[in-house]
């Protein structure tokens, strides 16, 4: 019996500084061995969903697609015509797009991320402009490490529902965003399938990164009615621990009580101050 043989189609490669970071030691500026490390701890999967909308489930069986999550990867592999072959077992059209929902995993994903607080906005991550109008600033996914997740990768209520209706996608109600995969794409770079329908020797990989956020830490003492906050924003991280300067991180009018700690922040008491997002550390 001949044995199935599958490649990759195309890869998003996942990754958060939230979780990669030590306390304010950067995951990219460490020794490779520390960031192995790091990654034995980290899973996109404990922040996002990314499931398949609208018609991707039946394009996925029609076309023996599957998908492969890994810890710090979500992979498309498709069935091919043999072991030595770059054709697929089923053709794949070069208008073909697989669509997948994005919600939250960890419902405070907004607070230990670097990015705006989304109302009507919605994530938008493709790799290529729709055939709708008013995608004309649209910035594709990354092909190369180091770019931050950005507002350029967000679009307005109003874009988010003229996609729904272009690809008749009734689960939008529940959604923080889409991920668009198109066979073709924005240029040669960002195509999935070569030009001749075949799968690329080197598959396509998108890297989308999410910085940590960064706030101000507000200590509060209401035993001795006692409040101060750090002049410069800090950063967010689950390891590691940032050091708490009472000379340079504060006004120096600020006189601290005896003997006072400095502990680092969680994610969950966050707020919004005028333009400043605060972590209030209650002690």
Request: glycine share 4%.
């Amino acid at each position: 019996m001949q044995s199935l043989s599958y490649r990759t189609l195309c890869v998003i490669q996942l990754r958060h500084n939230y979780f990669l970071n030590r306390g304010e030691e950067l995951f990219e500026e460490m020794e490779a061995e520390e960031q192995e490390k790091q990654l034995r701890d980290f899973d996109w999967k404990e922040s996002l969903r990314i499931l398949p909308l609208g018609q991707t489930e039946r394009i996925l069986k029609n076309h023996q697609l599957l998908l492969r999550n890994s810890a710090d990867s979500l992979r498309v592999v498709v069935r091919m015509r043999d072991a030595e072959s770059q054709e697929p077992f089923i053709p794949i059209s070069q208008h073909t797009v697989l669509l997948f929902g994005i919600t939250y995993q960890n419902p405070y994903f907004e607070h230990y991320t670097d990015m705006e607080f989304l109302g009507e906005e919605k994530v938008f991550l493709a790799n290529n402009a729709p055939n709708i109008s008013g995608f004309d600033a649209f910035q594709p996914m990354p092909v190369q490490e180091g770019v931050f997740f950005n507002p350029q990768f967000t679009i307005e209520g109003s874009q988010f529902n003229e996609l729904l209706t272009h690809y008749t996608i009734l689960e939008g109600a529940r959604l923080k965003g889409i991920l668009a995969l198109y066979m073709s794409g924005q240029s040669g770079e960002y195509n999935i399938l070569n030009g001749n329908g075949t799968v690329k020797q080197n598959p396509t990989t998108f890297y989308l990164t999410f910085d940590n956020r960064k706030t101000i830490w507000k200590y509060i003492q209401p035993s001795l009615n006692f409040t101060a906050e750090t002049v410069n924003p800090k950063p967010l991280t689950k390891s590691g621990f940032v050091t708490v300067n009472p000379a340079s991180d504060f006004s120096d009018t600020i006189e601290f009580p005896p003997a006072f700690q400095f502990p680092n922040p969680s994610i969950h008491s966050l707020k919004r101050e005028e333009d400043k997002i605060i972590s209030e550390i209650h002690l």
